[in-house]
């Protein structure tokens, strides 16, 4: 039976060539893997800052955010074709992250979108300003070096963002804060302006308790006259 044949007594000239055997996965190179880095965090960057745009911020400011987002999708698009140039180069068929748009779960808001995409944008900056003296095409070492000045210049922008947030933020609380003072003052004010009815009310009410023999609802009446008088 064939199942009972060992691999061992195969004739060497039937053996496959080392060449030809399986490896394993192909190693990864280091340029290689900081061009899909670089994509999936564009892609990534773009989610962010279309989620972020959606916050309650003034339409000046949404329209800037989709703009961050719509200049990301544009870097992942031109470090796609420099990826493509590489992986012709390097003669391995390795398909490239970032065909489409990262997700973010519905549960992000988009002060976290906001807050997120302000360390990946500084990650970015770092990121290309360490490799783009790493690769030999001068075009993608020049691509690298817009893209390092230009996360350095969306995050100083995305920073003026979320202070402005947060501004408006401490100043919605801060009103929200007034209009609950003056809700309870106007409270305070009609209780004190009832308050002698009320005592005189639990009075009558305690003293009738009392002569009924209900001692604790007298009780219960005189407390209620006590609260309102203190």
Same mark, same amino acid.
């Given at each position: 039976m064939l199942a009972t044949a060992t691999t061992s007594a195969a004739p060497a000239a039937l053996a496959a060539p080392a060449a030809l055997r399986p490896q394993g996965p192909a190693p990864s190179h280091p340029l290689l893997d900081f061009l899909d880095r670089a994509i999936r965090r564009e892609r990534r960057l773009e989610a962010l800052l279309r989620r972020a745009a959606r916050g309650r911020f003034d339409e000046e400011t949404r329209e800037r955010l989709r703009f961050e987002a719509y200049e990301d999708r544009e870097h992942a698009r031109i470090l796609r074709r420099h990826r493509l140039d590489l992986v012709r180069e390097l003669g391995v068929r390795l398909p490239a992250p970032g065909a489409r748009v990262a997700k973010v779960g519905a549960t992000v808001t988009p002060e976290a979108a906001l807050s997120e995409s302000l360390r990946l944008r500084a990650g970015a900056?770092?990121?290309?300003?360490?490799?783009?003296?790493?690769?030999?095409?001068?075009?993608?070492?020049?691509?690298?070096?817009?893209?390092?000045?230009?996360?350095?210049?969306?995050?100083?922008? /995305?920073?003026?963002? !979320? =202070? +402005?947030?947060?501004?408006?933020?401490?100043?919605?609380?801060?009103a929200a804060a007034l209009t609950g003072y003056r809700e309870a003052a106007r409270l305070a004010r009609a209780l004190e302006s009832r308050a002698p009815a009320v005592r005189?009310?639990? /009075?009558?009410?305690? !003293? =009738? +308790?009392?002569?009924a023999g209900d001692q604790p609802g007298a009780i219960a009446q005189y407390e209620r006259a006590l609260a309102v008088s203190s």
């Open positions: 900056r770092d990121d290309f300003g360490m490799h783009h003296g790493a690769f030999e095409d001068r075009f993608l070492r020049k691509f690298l070096e817009v893209l390092h000045r230009a996360h350095g210049e969306g995050l100083a922008r /995305l920073r003026e963002v !979320a =202070a +402005a947030a947060d501004t408006a933020y401490r100043q919605r609380d801060a005189d009310e639990a /009075l009558q009410a305690g !003293a =009738a +308790a009392l002569a």
